[in-house]
């Protein structure tokens, strides 16, 4: 079955720490996962990718491990910032269109 | 660089009435989409189009109808609305449909108040 999975639903950290947010993944034929954010009431805007030839993708403080083995990504935002507050979507690409997983909203209190 | 305009922005509607919502793009992208987005929640697919005059169902397609007859443009149908409904209409644009290094590009959202 299609589905991409998010953990979890929510989550708050202080300013400073490492946020992880999970994602996984059940159909063998995806080849590429995106990561969106989404600020309240703005649009979702691409964040950070990766695609199955890859197990690490880095972009300044946020970092995709990908586990292709167990179908299992993480999005790992080192010293956590305020402005980095918003809903974070993990996507999979199958088939002409994306399969979106249904988002953690991340709190980064001061 | 492009963008995406929707309107209207707003749209209060009222139970049983058909409504319709307008998304332009200017980036020359082949493929675009219908998103419906729930307070709180996750992105659902209604219709998207890899092409002028091509239309496919998403997930989400019962009780709507797409439009895309000109490559800038896709319109949305709420065929007859439903009481108290609420979400934010998301349209998005992207170079080419899906595979790796495919982005989707969205535009501001339509917020749907049906009365």
């Known amino acids: 079955q299609q589905q991409v999975r998010q953990s979890p639903q929510s989550l708050t950290v202080w300013e400073g720490e490492t946020t992880i947010l999970n994602c996984s993944y059940e159909?063998?034929?995806?080849?590429?996962f995106p990561w969106y954010r989404q600020f309240p009431g703005k649009s979702p805007a691409l964040l950070i990718a990766?695609?199955?030839v890859s197990n690490k993708k880095e972009d300044g403080r946020f970092t995709i491990f990908f586990n292709k083995r167990e179908k299992k990504l993480s999005l790992h935002i080192t010293d956590s910032q305020p402005g980095d507050s918003a809903t974070y979507f993990c996507?999979?690409?199958?088939?002409?269109?994306?399969?979106w997983g249904s988002g953690t909203k991340l709190i980064i209190k001061p | 660089g492009g963008i995406i305009t929707q309107t209207p922005k707003f749209l209060i509607g009222q139970e049983g009435q058909k409504l319709t919502l307008k998304c332009q793009q200017n980036?020359?992208?082949?493929?675009m989409y219908w998103y419906r987005q729930d307070s709180g929640k996750g992105l659902r697919l209604i219709y998207y189009s890899i092409t002028e005059n091509d239309l496919q169902k998403g997930d989400l397609s019962e009780g709507y109808d797409a439009s895309r007859e000109k490559k800038s443009s896709f319109s949305l149908t709420v065929t007859s609305a439903q009481k108290n409904e609420m979400a934010v209409f998301l349209c998005a644009s992207s170079i080419r449909t899906g595979g790796v290094g495919d982005t989707q590009y969205f535009g501001p959202g339509t917020r749907l108040l049906v009365l």
């Open positions: 990766i695609s199955l």
């Open positions: 980036f020359n992208h082949d493929t």
């Open positions: 159909d063998s034929t995806f080849d590429y």
């Open positions: 996507a999979a690409d199958s088939n002409y269109q994306l399969i």
